[in-house]
């Protein structure tokens, strides 16, 4: 199945800036949203779906890779399997995501996001790189290799500025660390995107990054010092500030889903986003993996290091929307949220993606009532569509 470069498409509910319509029609030119109405252009091809649901394209803003490739592989294939991955579920930006590895590895690997922005790629966007890695704390390390910890410097954080072309979008340190402190505002400085984790920060240290203009939070309650009665640590004081956004793993294992509700009542969809923070070993079987500079375990899907951290997931964004709908009982419009504005706003890019509405990229998703993906646009292309997307089709 194809697309004109211009044409009309319709679905049973279309999910807009605006609220759910019903009825109507997208009219897509030139890679964009040209007009929403209730008729379609005549003389342009139409495409009506009425019982699948159309979303916004998907934003992963943290994830590693999928089906055996890395981003620190550091290489153009890697990222191009990762790209055509991801749009099978409904992904059409994303955040190449490092983790700890030798100085030398990490800035290859940001060589190559910075090529990848420069060219097409077959599948989702890559829409910047995330740091994460290489300032963290060792009581929080999680999945990362602390032999390879780094003081962090303005000079390190222009090498890697340089290495990805001026893609890198958003930075994870953890605050206690005085080097790092002092760094946030150069971030800010810079136009990137401050965020706490793998850090064993205090409410004290916590405020003063936020103050200092760190914006949110890594994978909350994972890799951070959570909540005390006299001492409500990173993850609380994350939780209770009003402009804080934090990541969210909704696959039931990083949080308990009655934690999943709590954060979303504490901080609303609009400070929540969801993340796939997937590893190398998504969509693969069970097995040995390599994550960065260490061995891993892929048991029933879920990925842990040698010594039992969890390390990353194989979760896909479109199965976590269907987590937060099913285990922790929120409206699926509020589930897609998390997954496509809250993004888009966090590295501000709501102007372009992360909504339908006139004027943005025709970055859309097909998407039927299990949440299963069964048509991929991006940029008015069809990336993406399942064998059965022709038998949605109304005649």
Known sequence: MQFAECFSIRAGEIYTEQGILKDHWLLVEQQKIVAIGREPHIDWPQFDFPSLKMVPGMIDLHIHGRDGFDIMDGTDEAIDAISASLAKFGVTGFLGTTVTAKWDVTLEAYQAIGRARERKLPGAKILGAYNEGLFFSEAQKGAHNEKFFLPLTQERIDAIIDASKGSLKMFALAPELEDNMAMIPYLVEKNVVPM???????????????????????????????????????????????????????????????IMQMVLQLKGEEKVALISDCINAGGLADGQY????????????????????????????????????????????????????????????????????????????????????????????????SPQLSTFISE
């Open 290 to 385: 390599r994550l960065g500079e260490l061995d891993i375990v892929v048991e029933h899907g879920v990925a842990r290091t040698l010594t039992n951290s969890l390390a990353g997931s194989t979760l896909t964004l479109n199965k976590a929307v269907k987590n937060m709908v099913e285990l922790a009982d929120v409206s699926f419009a509020r589930a897609i949220n998390m997954a496509t504005s809250s993004p888009a706003k966090h590295i501000q890019l709501q102007e372009s993606v992360g909504s339908i509405a006139v004027g943005k990229f025709a970055d859309l998703v097909l998407m039927a009532e299990d949440c299963s993906v069964h048509g991929t646009i991006i940029d008015g292309k069809l990336c993406y569509h």
């Open 196 to 258: 706490l984790g793998h850090t064993n920060a205090n409410h004290e240290q916590t405020k003063e990054a936020l103050r200092l203009g760190a914006c949110g939070g890594v994978h909350v309650f994972n890799g951070m010092k959570g909540i005390h009665h006299r001492d409500p640590g990173c993850a609380g004081t994350l939780l209770m500030d009003k402009k804080a956004l934090v990541e969210v793993i909704a696959d039931g294992i990083h949080l308990h889903p009655l």
